[in-house]
Each structure stands twice: as structure tokens, then as C-alpha cells.
């Protein structure tokens, strides 16, 4: 038992980077609280977790450019099938948009409540439309109306990727606007955590964080194991 310790530690000291994806990958299958353990011993030691993303991410973690990549199935509902039916739908090149990631994605087998998580979890944040201040409440909302799998009245983005789409109206729509809605920063925050397990991306006080630490502030996360005088 010593020498594993051992052989840890110095896997650990020495090899950071491998060490970190290689327990993320291993921690995924057991359940998300161990994900979020590592994700944060991760911080403590300087590895940078990337988020999820359709056109970078594979099913199990890896290591991309000194960083580790989040896999798709550390996402709450995507199983290992999913993540690689999604690898499938992008065997053919990377996803040009995101109505072009949906309708690959739709053939392949997802859902909608699957694709719905993937945005959620912020895999699409690559593909959303910061012209028209697109955010994933924006396109979440535009999926969960759209008929997939089956034919609609109108031009429909599983008709013909030639005509405009929900997703491009809609965009279309935002950017001749004088007024954009903006969406609830809670709720998206809320959806992350449903769809990874926690917040994954930055946190809007993480610019605290500093200063939380200097005043000896105990992290919310630490209250369940905390010892009461």
C-alpha cells in the first residue's frame, strides 16, 4: 500500500497533466461528486479544465494544448452510447454551425433532451452568435420548439439545410433588434450545474476569491464536512 502511495505521489508531482485527466476519466463512471473533487484538486494544482465542446470534445477526457478536455460522458445524461454517437455525427468533418451540429447530431441518434444538455453544459458555446448576444438559454429555448424527427409545415432545419432555420431566424431576429433580451444569469448558472453536476465555468465571484481566502471565508463546499464547535 506504501509503494502505491508512493508511485502516486510521484505520478502526481511529476505528471500533473496526465494524472488530472486520468482521474476525471476514472471518477466519471463512479458519479459526479467525485468529478467535482477532482475538477477542484485540479485548481489547487494549476491544471486548467476545458469545458465541453462538440467540436473538441471526445467520450472519455483528454489532454488538449496543456489542458485537460471535459468529456461528454461527465455530462449528467450522456451515456457512453451517446458520446459516441456523437463522435460518429462529427466523423465527417467538424460542425460548421450550430443548426448544421443539430441535425448531424439528430441522425446519429440524440434527442432533443440530450442535445438540450449539451447546450445547457456549454459544449455549443463555440457556435453560438455573439453578434446577436446569442447565450444558451437563447438557443436551448429555440430547440425545445422545433419538431425533430419529424417533417413540419414550414422549412424546417431537418427539411433542408439550404433554407433558414429556426436556430438562423432567430438569430436573424436579434440582430435587427434595437432591445435584446437578456437572459437570467441564475438560470443558466442553475442549468449548468443540472447538466455537469456543478459550475464548471467561471463563477461571477470567482474575483473574490482572493479576498475570501485572505479573510479565511469557509467555502460553501466545505460545510458539509465542516466540524461544529
Known amino acids: 500500500y506504501a509503494l502505491i502511495c508512493w508511485q502516486t505521489a510521484c505520478i502526481k508531482h511529476h505528471y500533473p497533466l496526465a494524472f488530472a485527466c486520468a482521474n476525471l476519466d476514472w471518477d466519471s463512471r463512479d458519479g459526479k461528486e467525485k468529478v467535482e473533487e477532482m475538477v477542484r484538486e485540479c485548481e489547487r494544482m494549476a491544471v486548467t479544465i476545458l469545458p465541453p465542446d462538440i467540436n473538441a470534445s471526445r467520450s472519455s477526457f ?84 422545433m419538431t425533430i424527427g419529424k417533417k413540419s409545415a414550414g422549412p424546417s432545419l431537418f427539411d433542408d439545410l439550404g433554407t433558414e432555420t429556426e436556430i438562423d431566424a432567430a438569430r436573424r431576429s436579434r440582430r435587427s433588434s434595437k432591445v435584446r433580451e437578456q437572459p437570467d444569469l441564475a438560470s443558466e448558472i442553475e442549468a449548468e450545474i443540472a447538466a455537469i453536476g456543478f459550475r464548471l465555468s467561471r463563477h461571477p465571484t470567482a474575483q473574490y476569491q482572493l479576498l475570501s481566502y485572505l479573510i479565511g471565508a469557509t467555502p460553501v463546499a466545505s460545510l458539509r464536512t465542516a466540524k461544529v464547535d
Open 62 to 145: 483528454t489532454i488538449e494544448n496543456g489542458c485537460v478536455r471535459f468529456g461528454f460522458r461527465g455530462l449528467a445524461g450522456i451515456s457512453e452510447a451517446t458520446s459516441l454517437a456523437i463522435e460518429r455525427a462529427r466523423a465527417a468533418g467538424p460542425f460548421a454551425s450550430a443548426s448544421d451540429a443539430v441535425l448531424r447530431m439528430t441522425e446519429a441518434g440524440l434527442n432533443k433532451n440530450q442535445i438540450i444538455i449539451l447546450v445547457e453544459a456549454g459544449a455549443f458555446d463555440s457556435l453560438l452568435d455573439r453578434d446577436s448576444g446569442e447565450r444558451r438559454p437563447h438557443l436551448t429555448a429555440i430547440i425545445r420548439t
